[in-house]
Structure formats: C-alpha cells, structure tokens
C-alpha cells in the first residue's frame, strides 16, 4: 500500500514549463496544458527531476537513487534500474489570479480543478457551484442582490455566495479568502489565456545590441503568471523521505528559463510524506 501525500506549488515568478526556446522567427514557446481544462500543469517528469537533482547534489547519488530509482547502468543486465519509491502526477492549477480593470485582482478556478484537489487532499467539503464567490468579494454592485465581476473579455455575473475559505491550501500564502471566485467549467480556458504572462525576446548580436536577423529575431514566451498555485498528488512505498530536511516547504526552480528570472516557485508537502 502506498502512503498518499501532496505537494502545493505557489508561483513566485511567471513559470514556463513546456517547449524550449528555439531559434525559428516567431516561435511561441508553449506552456504545457490539461487536455480537459486547457490550464497549465507541470508534468511529474520535471517534479521529479527538479527534487531528485537537489537530493543529489546534497546528499549524493546513492540516496537519490534510494527514493527516486536507480538511473541506466550501461554493461549492467536490465541496466541496473530499479523503481522509485516516491511517485509524482502532474500538478494542476488551483487557482490563477487574474487582473480585472478597476477591481482588486481575483483568483479563479473551476469545479473540474477543485475536484482534483479535493481527492488528493480528502477534502469533505461540498463543490461549489460554478459562478460561485464570497460574500465579501468586492465587485460591481448591480440593483440589491446581483454582483458583477468585469473581465477584459465581458462581464460575469456571481450567481451563488459560499465561504471559499476550505479550498486555500496550506503554503498558499498570497491568497485571501475575499478574492476567491470558482467560474464555469467551459470559462475557464478563456480565461486562463488572458491571465497569462507574455514576453516578447530577441537574439541580439554578439558584438552590439542588434536584433540577429540570420539566425531568428523573435521569441514569444508565455508563462503562468506569479502568485498562482497549483496542487500535485505524491505517492510512497516507504516513508522517511525527507527532500527539504526537516522544513515542509522550499522556494526551488522550475522550466527551462531560470537565468531569466522564470520559475521560482514555493513547495509545500502536506500528508504523510515523512
């Protein structure tokens, strides 16, 4: 049987984890997404990889090998693998801040992402319903009983008021509970694409600050923006595994992009990890 646990990853930079940057002129360099939600996640190939080097690079190859498996031996029968004995799923978004004109910024989600979340950390508490907010969400106060939230692609009217509160995870610090709002499943894509953070780059010259038109100008970059959180299911053989010491949470880099200021996340471990 294995022990089940959980990780939450709070956003401190924009994130990218997805294509590579090329050298192609206007290359978009992708953001991985849910095929259901069309939200950004973080594969638990790159988990896995971003805990298993800084294991290594602490405490040697040995241990990392203990816990994450034993990497291809060449010149050794079946290559010397052996399994891990911690498992990482994909993390997915919980909750993605967004920028309405006029407004506070609010965190959205959707009853498809609080379902997941809700499974793996065995939250009791009923779905809310979708167009769903606090009472004390500050928005556009329309007539005596309608309040209405202006998104730069339309307005959405809040049709159920409950205490989101249960739904911020431990380790999600930025988030307040009067700025919570669960929108429809079918939104949440729209949304999510206009909550992204973009960047426009370009390869300049070796010798002056000239665009390098031989070998591709323009990249595009897009990255979930800073203060979003996401969630990632943890499974053990064993417990004891202790990837930041004694501590619950570590700031660690995630993509390919670090040197430009991409990825710096906080990850906090919830259940029974150790």
């Given amino acids: ?57 602490d405490d040697g190859d040995s241990l990392a090998s203990r816990w994450y498996g034993h990497h291809v031996v060449e010149g050794v029968r079946d290559g010397g693998t052996t399994e891990a004995l911690v498992k990482f799923e994909y993390a997915s978004l919980l909750w993605l801040p967004v920028f309405c004109p006029g407004q506070p910024v609010v965190w959205i989600t959707c009853p498809w992402l609080l379902k997941r979340y809700q499974q793996i950390a065995g939250i009791t508490t009923p779905l809310p319903q979708p167009y769903t907010a606090p009472k004390t969400l500050q928005g556009r106060q329309v007539g005596t009983n309608r309040k209405i939230l202006f998104f730069n692609l339309g307005f959405m009217e809040i049709e159920h008021e409950v205490d989101l509160a249960p739904w911020i995870p431990v380790g999600a610090t930025n988030l307040k509970p009067d700025s919570l709002v669960v929108v429809g499943d079918n939104d949440i894509a729209m949304l999510h694409d206009m909550a992204l953070y973009r960047q426009s780059r370009v390869k300049l010259l070796d010798e002056m600050k000239k665009v390098d038109t031989d070998k591709g100008a323009f990249f595009n970059v897009e990255a979930l923006p800073e203060s979003s959180v996401m969630v990632f299911p943890i499974a053990l053989k064993e417990t004891g595994w202790k990837p930041f010491g004694e501590a619950d949470s570590q700031e660690l880099y995630f993509g390919g992009l670090e040197s430009i200021g991409f990825g710096r996340s906080r990850v906090t471990l919830a259940g029974a990890y150790n």
């Fill in 1 to 57: 049987m294995y022990k089940r646990a959980y990780g939450i990853i709070e956003t401190l930079a924009p994130l990218h984890v997805g294509a590579s940057a090329g050298e192609e002129t206007g290359n978009l360099n992708l953001i991985f997404r849910d095929q259901f939600t069309q939200t950004g996640v973080i594969p638990g190939s790159s988990i896995r990889g971003r805990l298993r080097a800084d294991m290594r690079q």
